[in-house]
């Protein structure tokens, strides 16, 4: 089945306001951007998103998020955004922030229809015990708090409950893709998109190099096309269109003098 679609807004065309949504990335590593846009350009509002953080330099979702777009996040990072901040203590944004590694395995468990699991993280916090802001009033007080979650003992450890996440909709970028929607990322890009790409019942991918079915060594492989149902190729430019978050350049050493 050929899952390729000509056009950034025929991929997120039948996304709907108040969609739940998956995004893979990690910073400005691995971020579906040309996806995001077309979002954006569609006007969509009223989103519940799951992604580790919610864009940075005002770019991925840091774009829909300013724009009021995103009412709800899922996530285990914050970071550098200052609006992300700004609307979650305010009480504009709803946000449930929980371990990095938890959220991996709970998109994980959703795509392997797995509906809830027992991890060690986060037992004896509020993470298990509950009252973790979900929302603020705006005056500094917790309108909504994070609800109790059940413990149980095994092996004389304790675990806590946590629920797979399953989305209606999935954004994911890759390195590699074919028409049957077989995914290959590149390096640190690998990050959260291929967890996420199985979280959803609808999976777009965004993929910088569009190859034929066959071309992909089957072992090399991140994510089937079982869980992939359309392709949008990228063009040249949207590919090298790829910001640097953060710059760390060395300063040479000067010579020292030598004396005979």
């Known amino acids: 089945m050929?899952?390729?679609?000509?056009?950034?807004?025929g991929g997120v065309s039948d996304v709907p306001d108040?969609?739940?949504?998956?995004?893979?990335g990690f910073g400005l590593s691995g971020v579906p951007n040309v996806l995001i846009q077309?979002?954006?350009d569609r006007g969509v509002s009223g989103l519940?998103?799951?992604?580790?953080?919610?864009?940075?330099?005002?770019?991925g979702l840091a774009m829909l998020l300013a724009a009021g777009r995103i009412g709800r996040v899922t996530g285990s990072y914050v970071g550098a955004n200052k609006e992300f901040a700004r609307q979650y203590l305010a009480g504009e944004l709803e946000v449930e922030l929980i371990p990095q590694g938890t959220l991996a395995e709970r998109m994980r468990a959703g795509g392997a229809g797995i509906p809830a699991f027992y991890t060690p993280a986060g037992v004896g916090t509020q993470v298990a015990d509950g009252g973790l802001p979900w929302r603020y009033d705006g005056s500094g007080g917790v309108a909504l708090a994070s609800p109790p979650k059940e413990v149980r003992t095994f092996g004389g450890v304790a675990y806590v409950l946590e629920h797979g996440i399953?989305?209606?909709?999935?954004?994911?970028?890759?390195?590699?893709?074919d028409r049957h929607g077989n995914l290959v990322f590149s390096r640190s890009a690998r990050n959260f998109n291929p967890l996420a790409a199985m979280a959803g019942r609808v999976t777009v991918a965004e993929v910088e190099e569009l190859v034929e079915p066959g071309a992909l060594d089957p072992d090399a492989v991140h994510v089937p096309g079982i869980f992939v149902q359309r392709v949008v190729a990228l063009t040249p430019e949207q590919v090298a269109d790829k910001k640097v978050e953060r710059r760390t350049v060395s300063v040479p050493a000067k010579r020292g003098s030598v004396r005979a």
């Open 38 to 40: 077309a979002l954006f």
């Open 2 to 9: 050929d899952k390729v679609v000509t056009t950034a807004l």
């Open 18 to 24: 108040g969609a739940s949504l998956a995004v893979g």
């Open 166 to 177: 399953r989305t209606g909709f999935v954004l994911v970028r890759a390195a590699k893709g």
């Open 48 to 59: 519940s998103v799951v992604s580790n953080n919610c864009g940075a330099m005002e770019s």
